[in-house]
C-alpha cells in the first residue's frame, strides 16, 4: 500500500468550485486516485469545514443535500475525530509552528492518522509540521 496523504479542506472544497478549472480537475484527480488506493485521509473537522464552505461560500454553492451526499462520500476514508488529547496536541502544534490553532489541529490529525503527508495549498508547502511534510498539489508536477 502507498503511503497516507491527508487532505486539507482546501484541497476538497476545489474539487467543487467551478471558478478554478485547473484545480478543481487536479482536486478531483486526486480525491479518485486516494480514494482508490485507499491512501486518503482527513478529520472531522475537514468535513465540518468542507460541508460549511461549499454551501456557503462559493460563488456556486451546492445545496445542502449535494454537499451532504459528498461529506458521506469523503467519509470512506479514514476519519481522525477530535477528541481532548487531539486538542492538546494541536494546541502544541500551533505554539511550536506559529500556525492558527484550526492549522495546528489539521497537522495534530495527520500526526495522529500516520499520514506521510498533508496535501494542502495553505500551509507552507516544503515545511514539516510535527514531522509531516506539506505537499501544495496545485503547484507544479507532482
Known sequence: MSA???FDTNV???????GNPA???AAQ???EQNLLAETGCLSAQVLSEFYVTVT???PVPLTPAAAAAVVHLFSRMPVT???VSLVHRAMEAQRR?????WDALIVAAAERAGCAAILSEDLAAGHAYLGVPVLNPFSGPR
Open 4 to 6: 497516507k496523504v491527508f
Open 56 to 58: 456557503r461560500k462559493l
Open 12 to 18: 476538497l472544497v476545489y474539487a467543487y468550485d467551478r
Open 81 to 83: 475525530e477530535i477528541d
Open 29 to 31: 484527480r486526486l480525491i
Open 23 to 25: 484545480k478543481q480537475s
Open 97 to 101: 509552528h506559529a500556525i492558527s490553532y
